[in-house]
């Protein structure tokens, strides 16, 4: 990346690109940039209208990226949420969440909305709550509660309009359980576990419906990921990240593969980057029925 970012949030973008913004360096950042895949390059962009540390992004249906929460040394920590353009490359305010929150996780869902859920508070409480926006009317409004006070969880959409919320800290310990938000009853409901504890992780959905989880830190800083499978309500490991990175952010790209940027690892703040594939080796990810899958690699002959 063109910096170094600890905490950092990441978005899908139209064209197959991600925008990667915010986190920690040297301090909080209010610059951002974004991924081509293509060129498999990042270029600047933005910046914020402020500084945000952990913040939460999640993409509108017009492509525009919200980004909302997070911490800034100046301000401390944010109820204040904003909305990139990818056609004018800038950052304009938004409304308000109903609360301040640094470390919360986002996810959209199916009517355009988008799921903010958890984080902790300038008092020190490590939140239970989660709100909605609207991007019709600019506006957050309180939904169900989850079972369990989760700051820096992760969030990710499912196939059937329902979002996963994975690990985090509920101030005694790092947490290793999931639950699951209906949109339509507006309630939180458990699922299976994670194979280890997991806070600050990144989490991105993938082209069959499941989820990768990636990094984090448990009992140490960790390398592993694994991938949620819905059907099952079950956690499973996948192949190891490159690098350890406690506090990465993870978008899926058009291709089906999914990048995971920054963290924090042997050394503060990572600037690397790398891409996950879900396919096996000797498989290839592949359009098939409008729909990318992994097919076996033709051999030579």
């Known amino acids: 990346m063109t910096k170094k970012r600890f905490a950092p949030a990441a978005s899908p973008l139209p064209n197959g690109r991600v925008l990667i913004a915010g986190g920690t360096g040297a301090d909080e950042r209010q610059s951002a940039e974004i991924f081509k895949q293509r060129t498999r390059s990042f270029r ?15 993409p509108l249906p017009d492509g525009r990226v919200l980004i909302a929460g997070g911490f800034d040394n100046l301000n401390g920590y944010l109820q204040s949420a904003e909305i990139f353009s990818p056609q004018t490359a800038t950052f304009a305010p938004t409304g308000s969440m109903t609360v301040r929150r ?4 986002a996810a959209p869902l199916p009517d355009g909305r988008v799921l903010v859920a958890g984080g902790s508070d300038a008092l020190g409480s490590y939140l239970q709550s989660a709100e909605i926006f609207n991007p019709q009317t600019a506006t957050f409004a309180p939904t169900g509660s989850m079972a369990v006070e989760r700051d820096r969880p992760v969030a990710a959409p499912l196939p059937d309009g329902r979002v996963l919320v994975a690990g985090g800290s509920d101030g005694a310990s790092r947490l290793k359980s999931a639950e699951i938000f209906n949109p339509q009853t507006a309630t939180f409901a458990p699922t299976g576990s994670m194979t280890v504890k997991r806070f600050g992780a990144a989490a991105a959905p993938l082209p069959d419906g499941r989820v990768l989880v990636a990094g984090g830190r448990g009992a140490r800083t960790l390398k592993s990921a694994e991938i949620f499978n819905p059907r099952t309500g079950s956690f499973r490991r996948t192949g190891s990240m490159t690098v350890k990175r406690a506090g990465p952010a993870a978008a899926p790209l058009a291709d089906g593969r999914v990048l995971v940027a920054g963290g924090s690892g042997a050394s503060f703040a990572l600037r690397s980057a790398e891409l996950f594939s879900p396919c096996k080796k000797g498989f290839k990810l592949k359009k098939v029925k409008g729909k990318r899958k992994c ?3 033709k051999k030579r002959p």
Request: net charge positive; no cysteine; aromatic share 4%.
């Open 102 to 105: 640094a470390g919360p996780a």
């Open 44 to 58: 600047r962009t933005g910046p914020m209208t402020v500084r945000r540390f952990a913040p939460a992004a999640a």
């Open 295 to 297: 097919v076996k690699k």
